[in-house]
């Protein structure tokens, strides 16, 4: 009953945010009452930690598939921006937002895994493409590593992309393009050629 209830917040959250889905609106998706979820779970944000919880182990476990699949830094990007495609397709862009403004411990377990992990891989994914010459050798990886983290972030901000005016998975995509050619180096640009118009399909089966 727990991993049902975890499972049926996530897909809640995921559908209309956060704020806006109560106990009673995953009770009913459940077909159970409310008073079976308060006998697992004491509230809401009780549910929603291991929400976070499991989708950061989800996101973790997808990203080191992405690393162990890429055979250069810029095929990790790209295969990232497919995942991003996948993974925000149906996610409501309230979601982040609301879980900055009104739940403080949950977003606190957001932003260790941005710092901790998020932050960690794109600093090395910078690293190596310097190190393979497909990068700039005059980037500042740490300036940069958190640019590409904020550029994430900002993109859920309804304040400043409105749903009604921006869609938020082309909006990401845009960000990313534009960090990527932002740090590739002539030899990087050259490969960056040979695959930026690969369909997610050809770019998902390549070198497997």
């Known amino acids: 009953m727990k991993e049902r209830i975890i499972k049926s917040a996530l897909n809640l ?14 009770a009913k998706d ?11 779970y004491s509230d809401k944000e009780a549910i929603l930690a291991l929400v976070i919880q499991k989708e950061i182990m989800d996101q973790k ?30 996610m409501n862009p309230a979601l982040l937002y609301d879980l900055k403004k009104y739940y403080p411990t949950a977003w606190e377990q957001f932003e260790t895994y941005k ?11 910078l690293i190596i493409g310097i190190e393979q010459g497909l990068y700039r050798p005059d980037i500042d990886v740490d300036v940069l590593s958190l640019l590409r ?7 859920f901000d309804p304040t400043i992309f409105p749903q009604k005016k921006f869609n938020m998975m082309h909006t ?3 960000f990313l393009l534009h960090f990527l050619r932002g740090v590739l180096s002539e030899k990087g640009f050259e490969y960056y050629n040979t695959i930026k118009d690969r369909s997610a399909i050809e770019i998902n089966t390549h070198e497997k």
């Open 61 to 90: 476990c997808e990203m080191e598939k992405l690393e162990e699949k890429a055979t250069n830094p810029i095929e990790q990007m790209m295969y990232s921006s497919t995942q991003m495609q996948n993974t925000l397709s149906e």
């Open 149 to 155: 983290i904020e550029q994430i972030v900002m993109a």
């Open 30 to 40: 459940l077909g159970i009452s409310k008073r079976t979820i308060y006998q697992h």
């Open 115 to 125: 710092h901790e992990f998020l932050l960690k891989s794109i600093r090395e994914n």
């Open 13 to 26: 959250f995921w559908r209309y945010g956060i704020k806006s889905v109560t106990m009673d609106d995953i």
């Open 172 to 174: 990401q995509m845009q």
